[in-house]
T-cell receptor
Framework: GAVVSQHPSWVICKSGTSVKIECRSLDFQATTMFWYRQFPKQSLMLMAT?????????EQGVEKDKFLINHASLTLSTLTVTSAHPEDSSFYIC???????????????FGDGTRLSIL | DAKTTQPNSMESNEEEPVHLPCNHSTISGTDYIHWYRQLPSQGPEYVIH???SNVNNRMASLAIAEDRKSSTLILHRATLRDAAVYYC???????????FGTGTRLQVFP
């Protein structure tokens, strides 16, 4: 079946570092991908919609200069957490619906998430 | 976006059926009802979805109330692997966005 892959699975880095997370659709094309983040014992919070070939759309309250999204191909979206600080430590998850199967009748495929820890 | 109400937690014994309820009284007539689950330390996975009729697949069954203001996810025989947080999500027509609520944490005991 369809698979979405995230890399890395987890990362630990020092405060002030920028961290890039990749989200790939392995056997289908995705013109749209979504980025979520999840704090411990909380639900997923939608951060932004990644659009292939155009600018990402950010949810209210999400800093676009802090969380840079690039969707340069039909199978890859990247999220860069710039100048990360301890409060950015979280579980980041991407998802993608199959392109061409339009509408709310289609399931989405999620990556396994990236656990980011900023020291 | 339609609001959902789910119990915070539920418990079941292994091999027993589990009925997970969800209220979505503000759902519009064209919103599909999707269910996802999230196992510990993993991304969510799709379970099932429906519009008006009851639906079955290899994972679960979905019973949708006639007025569509509520639905119930049915796991026919719970296994330990079914322990997860289950999310009921009304999915807005013409959009791929999924807005997650708080979900129901299901514990399964041997």
């Amino acid at each position: 079946g369809a698979v979405v892959s995230q890399h890395p699975s987890w990362v630990i880095c020092k405060s002030g570092t920028s961290v890039k997370i990749e989200c790939r659709s392995l056997d289908f094309q995705a013109t749209t991908m979504f980025w979520y983040r999840q704090f411990p014992k909380q639900s997923l919070m939608l951060m932004a919609t990644s659009n292939e070939g155009s600018k990402a759309t950010y949810e209210q309250g999400v800093e676009k200069d802090k969380f840079l999204i690039n969707h340069a191909s039909l199978t890859l979206s990247t999220l860069t957490v710039t100048s990360a600080h301890p409060e950015d430590s979280s579980f980041y998850i991407c998802s993608a619906p199959r392109s061409g199967l339009w509408g709310s009748n289609q399931p989405q495929h999620f990556g396994d998430g990236t656990r980011l820890s900023i020291l | 976006d339609a609001k959902t109400t789910q119990p915070n937690s539920m418990e079941s014994n292994e091999e027993e059926p589990v009925h997970l309820p969800c209220n979505h009284s503000t759902i519009s007539g064209t919103d599909y009802i999707h269910w996802y689950r999230q196992l510990p330390s993993q991304g969510p996975e799709y379970v099932i979805h429906g519009l008006t009729s009851n639906v079955n697949n290899r994972m679960a069954s979905l019973a949708i109330a006639e007025d569509r203001k509520s639905s119930t996810l049915i796991l026919h025989r719970a296994t330990l692997r079914d322990a997860a947080v289950y999310y009921c999500i009304p999915r807005i027509r013409n959009t791929d966005k999924l807005i997650f609520g708080t979900g129901t944490r299901l514990q399964v005991f041997p």
